[in-house]
Structures are given as structure tokens and as C-alpha cells.
């Protein structure tokens, strides 16, 4: 089984667009088999590493429908200041500062961190986990996730960190997927099996949980947008 598990590998990794680079990185590890789906998990999407995760986080295109969805429900304008959770390439804080705002953004992943800032000169980053925002209270006008929630293991803990930090009525923004997309190609396997999907109504309900209010979603094929206030 093992054998066959080691010969499958550089196919399950180029189905993902990863390479002898990525594979290496697997094999420097010494992890037992059994850990790799949860090792591809990080490296492509969980937390993204090496040089096709730079390619690909840096891309203009990836996530955009997110990005845009969360920037036209904000209308940042100068005076804002946003914090992203999960900021990945630092695409959204770029575009954050192209409206005037002020950006912060945060990541576990040290090289989407060092991404981001290359991408978002100007944006503050920092490499912290989202479960514990190292912020004080009220430092953000609004705050944003795109393509994360459904990693988070404690969502309403998040969910609360994201009330503190944000000032009285600050919007959170979430963009996330569906239970109906599981395993398709927007969260295919074995993401897909890692990954946490609510309802529209459950969404909402995670954010009430949290004593975040005003709570509305729009699902547009299957992409989820949560808006809820402080
Ligand atoms: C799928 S990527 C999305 C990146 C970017 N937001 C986008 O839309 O392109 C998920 C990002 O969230 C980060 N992330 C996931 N869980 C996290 C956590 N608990 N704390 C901090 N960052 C997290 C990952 O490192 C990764 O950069």
C-alpha cells in the first residue's frame, strides 16, 4: 500500500499544478503516507507554500469573484481601515488601498505573508492565526475573509475575535462555498473532505452566535456572501 502510495504521488500533486519542487517538499518532510492528503490540503489551499503557491496567489484572477464581491459590499473609502483575515497574495489589500483605505492584512502562511507585502506595499501584514487577532478592541472599520471560513475549526471564536477588533457597527465581509460545491471543482478532494460548508441559514447563524448582528447572505451559485456588523 505504502509502494503505491509513493508511486501515485507526483500524479495527485500535478493534478493540483505542483511539481518536483512540491514534491521534494513532501519527501524533506519524512511524514508518514497517511499525512498527505492533509499535507496537500496545506500546501495548495490551507496554508499555501512554496513557488506555484506564490504563482498562484499572486495571480489577478484567483478569487476575484470573491474579492470583488467583498469590495462592493465594503465601499471602502479613504478613512476606512480594513483587516483581512487569510490575506493570501494580498490581492484584496491592494485593492483596499486603491480606494484610500488603510490595509491589514493577516495570515498563518509565512510565504503568502511575504507575498501579500510584496503585492500590497503600503498594507501593514502580519503572520498570526485567526483564532487570536493580535489587535486591540475597535482598531478596524471593517474586516474581511475570502476563501478561509471553511478552514476554521472554531468559526464563532473567529467570528468573536472579528467583533472585537472591529469599531461599533464595522461590516464583516465573507465570501465562503456552499455544501452544494462540495467535492465539484470549486473544493475538490481532498480539500473538499477538510473543509467545514454551511447553509445560508447556518452562516447566519455561526455570525448571530457570535453577537455579530444585521446578518444577511447572498448566494449566487453556490458562492456564499455573509455581511454582518458589529
Ligand atoms: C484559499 S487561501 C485564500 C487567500 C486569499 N484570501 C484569496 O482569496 O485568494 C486561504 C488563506 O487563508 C490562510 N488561513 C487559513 N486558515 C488560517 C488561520 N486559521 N489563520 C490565519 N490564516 C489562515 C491560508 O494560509 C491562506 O493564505
Not at 33 to 59: I, Q, S
Request: hydrophobic share 45%; aromatic share 6%; glycine share 10%.
Amino acid at each position: 500500500v505504502a509502494a503505491k502510495r509513493r508511486e501515485e504521488y507526483p500524479e495527485r500533486l500535478r493534478a493540483f499544478g505542483l511539481d518536483d519542487d512540491d514534491l521534494a517538499a513532501w519527501q524533506d518532510g519524512r511524514l508518514p503516507g497517511e499525512a498527505f492528503d492533509d499535507w496537500l490540503t496545506d500546501r495548495v489551499a490551507r496554508r499555501p507554500r512554496g513557488a506555484r503557491a506564490r504563482e498562484v496567489y499572486g495571480a489577478e484572477n484567483t478569487h476575484d469573484f470573491a474579492r470583488k464581491a467583498i469590495l462592493g459590499a465594503l465601499s471602502l473609502k479613504p478613512g476606512d481601515h480594513i483587516l483581512e483575515i487569510g490575506c493570501g497574495g494580498g490581492s484584496l489589500l491592494r485593492d483596499a488601498l486603491a480606494a484610500g483605505a488603510q490595509a491589514t492584512g493577516l495570515d498563518h502562511s509565512a510565504d503568502m505573508a511575504d507575498l501579500a507585502r510584496e503585492r500590497a506595499a503600503g498594507a501593514t501584514v502580519v503572520i498570526a492565526a485567526a483564532d487570536a487577532l493580535p489587535f486591540a478592541k475597535d482598531t478596524f472599520s471593517a474586516a474581511a475573509m475570502s476563501i478561509v471560513l471553511m478552514f476554521l475549526d472554531d468559526p464563532i471564536g473567529v467570528f468573536r475575535e472579528c467583533r472585537r477588533v472591529l469599531s461599533h457597527g464595522g461590516p464583516l465581509a465573507v465570501y465562503t462555498t456552499s455544501p452544494q460545491l462540495r467535492g465539484t471543482a470549486a473544493a475538490p478532494e481532498p480539500i473538499s473532505s477538510r473543509c467545514h460548508f454551511y447553509s445560508d441559514e447556518e452562516l447566519a447563524e455561526l455570525a448571530g452566535r457570535a453577537e455579530l448582528l444585521d446578518m444577511t447572505v447572498h448566494n449566487t451559485r453556490g458562492g456564499q456572501l455573509l455581511i454582518a456588523r458589529a
